[in-house]
Antibody, heavy 113, light 110 residues
Framework: EVQLVESGGGLVQPGGSLRLSCAAS????????MTWVRQAPGKGLEWVAN????????YYIDSVEGRFTISRDNAKNSLYLQMSTLRVEDTAVYYC??????WGQGTLVTVSS | QTVVTQEPSLTVSPGGTVTLTCGSS?????????PYWVQQKPGQAPRTLIY???NKHSWTPARFSGSLLGGKAALTLSGAQPEDEAEYYC??????????FGGGTKLTVL
Protein backbone atom coordinates (compact mmCIF):
# COMPACT_ATOMS: atom_id res chain seq x y z
CA GLU A 1 0.00 0.00 0.00
CA VAL A 2 1.31 3.42 -0.96
CA GLN A 3 1.66 5.89 1.88
CA LEU A 4 2.90 9.46 2.11
CA VAL A 5 2.85 10.72 5.68
CA GLU A 6 3.69 14.32 6.40
CA SER A 7 4.82 15.63 9.77
CA GLY A 8 6.38 18.72 11.30
CA GLY A 9 3.59 21.24 10.94
CA GLY A 10 2.55 23.55 13.72
CA LEU A 11 2.26 27.12 14.93
CA VAL A 12 5.22 29.43 14.32
CA GLN A 13 5.73 33.17 14.61
CA PRO A 14 6.39 35.34 11.56
CA GLY A 15 10.08 35.20 10.71
CA GLY A 16 10.43 31.76 12.24
CA SER A 17 11.43 28.43 10.74
CA LEU A 18 9.92 24.99 10.41
CA ARG A 19 10.98 21.73 8.79
CA LEU A 20 8.38 19.47 7.23
CA SER A 21 9.03 15.78 6.61
CA CYS A 22 7.29 13.25 4.42
CA ALA A 23 7.79 9.51 4.89
CA ALA A 24 7.13 7.48 1.77
CA SER A 25 6.40 3.79 1.43
CA UNK A 26 4.87 1.34 -1.01
CA UNK A 27 6.57 2.62 -4.17
CA UNK A 28 10.05 3.25 -5.51
CA UNK A 29 10.74 6.62 -3.92
CA UNK A 30 14.23 6.94 -5.38
CA UNK A 31 12.83 6.86 -8.94
CA UNK A 32 10.18 9.50 -8.27
CA UNK A 33 10.03 13.24 -8.79
CA MET A 34 8.46 14.59 -5.60
CA THR A 35 6.50 17.74 -4.92
CA TRP A 36 5.22 19.94 -2.12
CA VAL A 37 1.81 21.53 -2.71
CA ARG A 38 0.04 23.84 -0.28
CA GLN A 39 -3.49 25.01 0.31
CA ALA A 40 -4.26 28.12 2.29
CA PRO A 41 -7.48 28.03 4.34
CA GLY A 42 -10.47 28.15 2.01
CA LYS A 43 -8.25 28.55 -1.06
CA GLY A 44 -7.08 26.44 -3.95
CA LEU A 45 -4.03 24.26 -4.46
CA GLU A 46 -0.67 25.94 -5.04
CA TRP A 47 2.44 24.16 -6.28
CA VAL A 48 5.38 25.03 -4.01
CA ALA A 49 8.44 23.01 -5.02
CA ASN A 50 9.70 20.00 -7.01
CA UNK A 51 12.76 17.86 -6.58
CA UNK A 52 14.01 15.43 -9.19
CA UNK A 53 14.85 11.82 -8.45
CA UNK A 54 18.46 12.28 -7.41
CA UNK A 55 17.94 15.60 -5.67
CA UNK A 56 20.19 17.61 -7.95
CA UNK A 57 17.43 19.61 -9.62
CA UNK A 58 15.06 21.67 -7.52
CA TYR A 59 12.41 24.18 -8.51
CA TYR A 60 10.38 26.65 -6.45
CA ILE A 61 7.47 28.99 -6.83
CA ASP A 62 8.75 32.58 -6.84
CA SER A 63 7.11 33.47 -3.53
CA VAL A 64 9.21 30.94 -1.58
CA GLU A 65 12.46 31.09 -3.58
CA GLY A 66 15.33 31.81 -1.19
CA ARG A 67 13.25 31.05 1.90
CA PHE A 68 12.28 27.38 1.41
CA THR A 69 14.55 24.45 0.59
CA ILE A 70 13.28 21.12 -0.70
CA SER A 71 15.47 18.08 -0.14
CA ARG A 72 15.29 14.31 0.00
CA ASP A 73 17.02 11.29 1.49
CA ASN A 74 16.48 8.33 -0.83
CA ALA A 75 18.06 5.97 1.68
CA LYS A 76 15.34 6.91 4.17
CA ASN A 77 12.53 7.27 1.61
CA SER A 78 11.96 10.74 2.92
CA LEU A 79 11.18 14.18 1.52
CA TYR A 80 11.72 17.43 3.38
CA LEU A 81 10.81 21.09 3.19
CA GLN A 82 12.90 23.50 5.25
CA MET A 83 10.94 26.71 5.62
CA SER A 84 12.59 29.89 6.87
CA THR A 85 11.62 33.54 7.27
CA LEU A 86 8.01 32.42 7.39
CA ARG A 87 5.25 34.87 6.59
CA VAL A 88 1.59 34.96 7.58
CA GLU A 89 0.74 34.18 3.95
CA ASP A 90 2.61 30.86 4.20
CA THR A 91 -0.18 29.57 6.44
CA ALA A 92 -1.57 26.49 4.71
CA VAL A 93 -1.92 22.74 4.69
CA TYR A 94 1.20 21.38 3.05
CA TYR A 95 0.87 18.20 1.00
CA CYS A 96 3.65 15.90 -0.05
CA UNK A 97 2.87 14.32 -3.41
CA UNK A 98 4.01 12.33 -6.34
CA UNK A 99 1.50 14.35 -8.29
CA UNK A 100 1.20 11.75 -11.02
CA UNK A 101 -0.66 9.49 -8.58
CA UNK A 102 -0.05 9.75 -4.81
CA TRP A 103 -0.81 12.42 -2.23
CA GLY A 104 -0.32 12.59 1.52
CA GLN A 105 -2.97 13.76 3.97
CA GLY A 106 -1.19 17.04 4.64
CA THR A 107 0.24 18.88 7.62
CA LEU A 108 -0.99 22.29 8.79
CA VAL A 109 1.44 25.16 9.11
CA THR A 110 0.13 28.26 10.87
CA VAL A 111 2.23 31.43 10.87
CA SER A 112 0.88 33.86 13.41
CA SER A 113 1.99 36.04 16.27
CA GLN B 1 3.12 35.34 -14.25
CA THR B 2 1.36 32.42 -15.89
CA VAL B 3 -2.34 32.05 -15.08
CA VAL B 4 -4.33 28.85 -15.51
CA THR B 5 -8.04 29.52 -15.83
CA GLN B 6 -10.96 27.31 -14.84
CA GLU B 7 -14.69 27.91 -14.43
CA PRO B 8 -15.25 28.87 -10.77
CA SER B 9 -18.35 26.74 -10.49
CA LEU B 10 -20.55 24.43 -12.51
CA THR B 11 -23.72 22.51 -11.79
CA VAL B 12 -24.77 19.22 -13.33
CA SER B 13 -27.89 17.13 -12.84
CA PRO B 14 -27.55 13.55 -11.60
CA GLY B 15 -26.92 11.38 -14.64
CA GLY B 16 -26.02 14.39 -16.73
CA THR B 17 -22.87 15.37 -18.59
CA VAL B 18 -20.61 18.34 -17.88
CA THR B 19 -17.29 19.52 -19.25
CA LEU B 20 -14.77 21.43 -17.17
CA THR B 21 -12.08 23.37 -19.01
CA CYS B 22 -8.58 24.57 -18.28
CA GLY B 23 -6.95 27.41 -20.20
CA SER B 24 -3.52 28.99 -20.14
CA SER B 25 -2.61 32.67 -20.30
CA UNK B 26 0.33 31.71 -22.53
CA UNK B 27 -1.88 30.40 -25.33
CA UNK B 28 -3.35 27.10 -26.39
CA UNK B 29 -3.02 24.16 -24.04
CA UNK B 30 -1.32 21.22 -25.74
CA UNK B 31 -0.29 17.73 -24.78
CA UNK B 32 3.12 19.24 -24.04
CA UNK B 33 1.60 20.84 -20.95
CA UNK B 34 0.92 17.30 -19.64
CA PRO B 35 -2.46 18.31 -18.19
CA TYR B 36 -3.48 16.76 -14.90
CA TRP B 37 -6.91 16.76 -13.29
CA VAL B 38 -7.07 16.53 -9.51
CA GLN B 39 -10.23 15.97 -7.47
CA GLN B 40 -10.63 17.20 -3.91
CA LYS B 41 -13.67 16.51 -1.76
CA PRO B 42 -14.36 18.62 1.34
CA GLY B 43 -12.06 17.74 4.21
CA GLN B 44 -10.05 15.28 2.11
CA ALA B 45 -6.66 15.24 0.48
CA PRO B 46 -6.47 15.74 -3.28
CA ARG B 47 -6.55 12.75 -5.60
CA THR B 48 -5.23 12.66 -9.16
CA LEU B 49 -7.84 11.41 -11.62
CA ILE B 50 -6.28 12.15 -15.02
CA TYR B 51 -2.68 12.57 -16.14
CA UNK B 52 -1.04 13.50 -19.44
CA UNK B 53 -4.26 14.85 -20.94
CA UNK B 54 -6.40 11.76 -20.92
CA ASN B 55 -4.81 8.86 -19.05
CA LYS B 56 -6.70 7.37 -16.13
CA HIS B 57 -5.60 5.60 -12.98
CA SER B 58 -7.13 2.37 -11.77
CA TRP B 59 -9.19 4.36 -9.26
CA THR B 60 -10.56 6.81 -11.83
CA PRO B 61 -14.24 6.11 -12.50
CA ALA B 62 -14.88 5.34 -16.17
CA ARG B 63 -17.35 8.23 -16.36
CA PHE B 64 -14.45 10.71 -16.24
CA SER B 65 -12.44 11.44 -19.37
CA GLY B 66 -9.77 13.98 -20.26
CA SER B 67 -9.06 15.61 -23.61
CA LEU B 68 -7.97 18.75 -25.42
CA LEU B 69 -10.83 20.90 -26.63
CA GLY B 70 -10.66 24.23 -28.41
CA GLY B 71 -7.18 25.10 -27.14
CA LYS B 72 -7.93 24.04 -23.59
CA ALA B 73 -7.63 20.92 -21.50
CA ALA B 74 -11.01 19.44 -20.70
CA LEU B 75 -12.43 17.06 -18.14
CA THR B 76 -15.76 15.52 -19.13
CA LEU B 77 -18.00 13.79 -16.64
CA SER B 78 -20.67 11.63 -18.28
CA GLY B 79 -23.38 10.29 -16.00
CA ALA B 80 -22.71 12.43 -12.94
CA GLN B 81 -23.18 10.85 -9.54
CA PRO B 82 -23.76 12.61 -6.21
CA GLU B 83 -20.33 11.47 -5.04
CA ASP B 84 -18.73 13.46 -7.87
CA GLU B 85 -19.54 16.70 -6.09
CA ALA B 86 -16.09 18.13 -5.40
CA GLU B 87 -13.53 20.75 -6.34
CA TYR B 88 -11.58 19.93 -9.49
CA TYR B 89 -8.18 21.40 -10.23
CA CYS B 90 -6.18 21.24 -13.41
CA UNK B 91 -2.40 21.39 -13.38
CA UNK B 92 -0.30 22.41 -16.36
CA UNK B 93 3.45 21.97 -16.75
CA UNK B 94 5.61 24.71 -18.24
CA UNK B 95 9.27 25.00 -19.15
CA UNK B 96 11.50 25.17 -16.12
CA UNK B 97 9.56 22.43 -14.35
CA UNK B 98 7.35 24.94 -12.52
CA UNK B 99 3.80 23.69 -12.93
CA UNK B 100 0.77 25.87 -12.23
CA PHE B 101 -2.60 24.90 -10.78
CA GLY B 102 -5.81 26.43 -11.97
CA GLY B 103 -8.05 28.12 -9.45
CA GLY B 104 -10.36 25.12 -9.31
CA THR B 105 -13.94 24.39 -10.37
CA LYS B 106 -16.52 23.67 -7.71
CA LEU B 107 -18.81 21.05 -9.20
CA THR B 108 -22.28 20.69 -7.77
CA VAL B 109 -24.44 17.69 -8.61
CA LEU B 110 -28.02 18.84 -8.21
Amino acid sequence: EVQLVESGGGLVQPGGSLRLSCAASGFTFSNSRMTWVRQAPGKGLEWVANIEEHGTEKYYIDSVEGRFTISRDNAKNSLYLQMSTLRVEDTAVYYCARIHDFWGQGTLVTVSS
Amino acid sequence: QTVVTQEPSLTVSPGGTVTLTCGSSTGAVTSGHFPYWVQQKPGQAPRTLIYNTGNKHSWTPARFSGSLLGGKAALTLSGAQPEDEAEYYCLLSYTGARPVFGGGTKLTVL
